[in-house]
């Protein structure tokens, strides 16, 4: 603790200006920082990744038509011409408002950073509704590492059926169910439709990938409820031509490594066999959210959002704005929109409290649309009171998430990715390994996670010279005994006994 405040105090002796902390490297935190460019205030970005998620396209790095990389180009690379903008990594996991610190941690290192003005856009997780155990045979959609296990378990099915012998596991293999009918799940469920019934159906000699089953799931009674009546039952129209099977209605009750139970809304409960599943149901706001809450008494919401004042502050604590997935304001969804504008709205008001100006007006959210694909030249987008579907609202959704795209290096290598998944058959990112696929159950069974596996800073300082030595010693040995067996002549010899 005391390395990580002697940190924050030597930064802050160099440099006396306001010092602005944003927490989290999403759409809120980056579009905040950058609005930052040109404040008279220094703006310390903390993230527990190094890199910034484009999470609307996570679905395609999991089926194999963009990398991670184009997706997820690095933090520091972004703001690396912003010289008042600086990052840590690290995961927050306290927030001290009396005292204006904010704690992180990174394998084993622990940073204190002071703050005169605090912005959290800590986003939000996957929530499997209290039942967490699902998580384990059923990866979310949230981050890069669930994007990369979900590919390795997808293709990996499809290798697994090739060498079986048993039809009963080969039905096993071949069936994937996506639990969640929103955008994420209907997404999901279209491209892994695509994947068996057009990209593949030339790869395998044994077994017929265009008989596999995509389930989507959902215990409500429409596809895309946000989308309205209208245009949800189009997509469950056009998911079904595409080979979908729509369950509407079903709520899980229980996964396991094998399969998915479900309930049906008359109460009938049934298994669905399936070793790959995709849960794509529901969000819980960043812990950090009730954080705030207990120090301030905000209200805190079923989902862990956070109740903020109408220009996203905290309650009790002007100097603290939160932004994104987890404010509770005005019935706001959950999409990156929000986050954009609220992270471009705190910088402005950050800035007009430095400059001396009066404050803004109340945070209004100017709603530009969602959308959705269904399939390659498919896509659903509610615009307003336009109501678009089919090739139409697929240009629309290829324009606008190619904008929204952090780097004209990562949109041109999209677009080609685009035109070689799109108008043909290929999808470059089919890599899988092992580790992608077991990882993140294996460091699950680690108390300490990751940090089990590594020294603390402390530790490795004190067992280095002893370290060294006994290496050194070793090394001296081996040189010696190599340099006697050149000397004597002993090379290719037979001891004679």
Do not use: C
Request: net charge neutral.
């Amino acid at each position: 603790m005391a390395s990580g405040n002697q940190e924050g105090d030597a930064y802050m002796s160099e440099n006396r200006r306001h010092q602005v902390v944003v927490i989290g490297s999403g759409f809120g935190g980056l579009f905040a920082t950058k609005a930052l460019k040109r404040a008279d205030v220094d703006v310390t970005m903390i993230a527990k990744t190094g890199h910034h998620l484009f999470q609307p396209l996570l679905y395609q790095v999991a089926t194999g038509i963009l990398s991670q990389g184009e997706i997820a180009p690095p933090t520091r690379e972004v703001l690396a011409s912003q010289r008042n903008a600086r990052v840590i990594l690290g995961e927050v996991t306290g927030i001290d408002l009396e005292n204006r610190l904010v704690t992180s941690h990174v394998l084993n290192r622990v940073t204190v950073t002071p703050y005169d003005t605090l912005l959290v856009a800590a986003g939000a997780g996957q929530s499997y509704f209290g039942n967490d155990q699902f998580s384990e045979h059923a990866p979310g959609m949230k981050s890069i590492d669930d994007a990369l296990e979900l590919r390795g378990r997808i293709f990996g099915a499809f290798e697994l059926a090739e060498i079986s012998d048993s039809d009963e596991e080969i039905e096993r293999l071949l069936t994937f169910v996506v639990v969640g009918a929103g955008p994420t799940g209907v997404e999901m469920a279209g491209q892994i439709a695509e994947l068996a019934h057009r990209t593949l159906k030339r790869d395998f000699r044994r077994i017929n990938t265009r008989e596999a089953r995509v389930i989507l799931l959902d215990a409500a009674p429409q596809v895309l409820p946000p989308f309205g009546a209208k245009l949800g039952e189009k997509t469950k129209v056009a998911l079904e031509k595409l080979g979908v099977e729509v369950q509407l209605g079903a709520m899980v009750t229980d996964v396991d490594e094998w399969g998915i139970e479900v309930a049906d809304k008359g109460g009938q409960r049934r298994r669905i066999e399936a070793v790959t599943k995709v849960w794509a149901a529901g969000v819980q706001a960043s812990p950090l959210g009730k954080q705030l809450a207990d120090q301030s008494g905000a209200s805190l919401d079923r989902a862990g959002r956070v109740g903020v004042n109408p220009d996203l502050t905290l309650p009790g604590h002007p100097e603290v704005f939160v932004v994104g997935d987890m404010i509770a304001l005005d019935n706001l969804p959950g999409v990156a929109q929000v986050a954009i504008q609220g992270g471009k709205y705190a910088a402005k008001e950050i800035k007009r409290r430095q400059s001396g100006k009066p404050s803004l007006p109340a945070f209004h959210y100017f709603d530009k649309g969602s959308m959705a694909t269904i399939s390659r030249f498919r896509a659903v987008a509610l615009i307003g009171k336009l109501k678009l579907t089919g090739f139409l609202a697929w240009l629309i959704w290829l324009a606008v998430h190619l904008v929204y795209m952090t780097g004209f290096k990562n949109q041109l290598s999209a677009l080609i990715h685009w035109a070689v998944s799109f108008l043909g058959r290929g999808r470059s990112e089919r890599t899988t390994t092992e580790q992608q696929i077991f990882a993140r159950a294996a460091l699950s069974r680690l108390k300490g996670g990751a940090s089990d596996l590594v020294s603390s800073p402390g530790d490795y300082e004190a067992t280095r010279s002893m370290i060294d030595a006994s290496l050194r010693a070793e090394l001296e040995a081996r040189a010696a005994e190599e340099a006697r067996l050149t000397d004597e002549g002993e090379r290719g010899k037979q001891k004679v006994s």
